[in-house]
């Protein structure tokens, strides 16, 4: 198992397989994507190496992140490399959900056993002025899809902020009634591009965290592995509440997660200050050791705490960079 200095340990790795993205989410990309490059992202060999490396000392998941990583063709390629990699038992995806309806039994017969959509407005007309896309019902129904082939572990993100959808709590809550899905509210972090959009925008955690004990949620417990969300449930809800709070104190004590770039750059943190190159230890299956080694040998780099909320964002342009 890996694990850093405070005795952390990390069996969740979170790998980027491409930095470019379709949407201009106001907080994320407002220009769209901006490289004008073609960029060397990790091929399917590499991918298979690395995540190979990882399984080998402990990471049981893997969640396949961007920039957006439905727009990558050979993405049943990656899920199946992944799903077929020893000690990985979940494999899941974070997708803006662009092209879900038309790929998701794809996806699924790949080997996909978790999805995250994230959908920052029930109302299409919010919906496009945050992400610039008009695709609102289709991204519902690629959903229902989704539930139709049986993917049990169905996730919704979203990013309460307060000049566009801060008076959507209550309709998001009405909304999971009587769907089984997850539905995480993301508290808007600050990034080095989105600094002004924070301030106007930042709606506290803390503050969705008591509407939902107000109104009768209820803390699910943690199991001991658990990851920093904290969840919650309601006995008249199908659907449950997952709460993303990086401002709060303990934010990073029960982080269990590592990162890779789309370009092979180990990070240890979210906001942290640089990456480690892999890529020259996926060249050839014969480095294994050596790989294992060295992402060892990176966590003892590791810091307690992303310090985001003394407003260190790191090298953190925005999150499509390293996968959110
Ligand atoms: N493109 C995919 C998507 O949007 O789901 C995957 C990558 S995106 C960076 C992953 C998640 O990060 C999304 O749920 C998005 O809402 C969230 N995100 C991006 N920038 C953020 C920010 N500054 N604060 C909070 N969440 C953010
Ligand atoms: Fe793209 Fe996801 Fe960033 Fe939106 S949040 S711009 S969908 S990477």
Redesign the pocket.
Known sequence: MLYDPLGREFHYLRLSVTDV?N?K?S??LPDGYQCETPRNFLTVPEIRRLVSAFGATGTSKVRI?????GLRKDLPEIIKTCANTSGIEQVAL???GFNLEKNIQSWVEAGLTSL?V?I?SLKPEVFRRITGFDRLQSIFAGLAKAAELGLSQIKV?A?LMQTFNADELSSFLQWIKDKPYTLRF????E?GD?KAFYQQNHVSGYAIKQHLLNNGWLPVLKAKNAGPAEEFYHPNYQGKIGLIMPYSPDFCKTCNRLRVSALGKLHLCLFGEQGYDLRQLLTSDQQQAELQQYIQACLSDKKDSHFLHQGNTGITQ???MI??
């Open positions: 993205c949407f989410c907080y994320c992140t961007g920039g957006e990583p974070t997708t803006n995250n994230s920052d993100n990013v993301i508290e808007l972090m990034t989105n925005h999150l499509a996968g959110g």
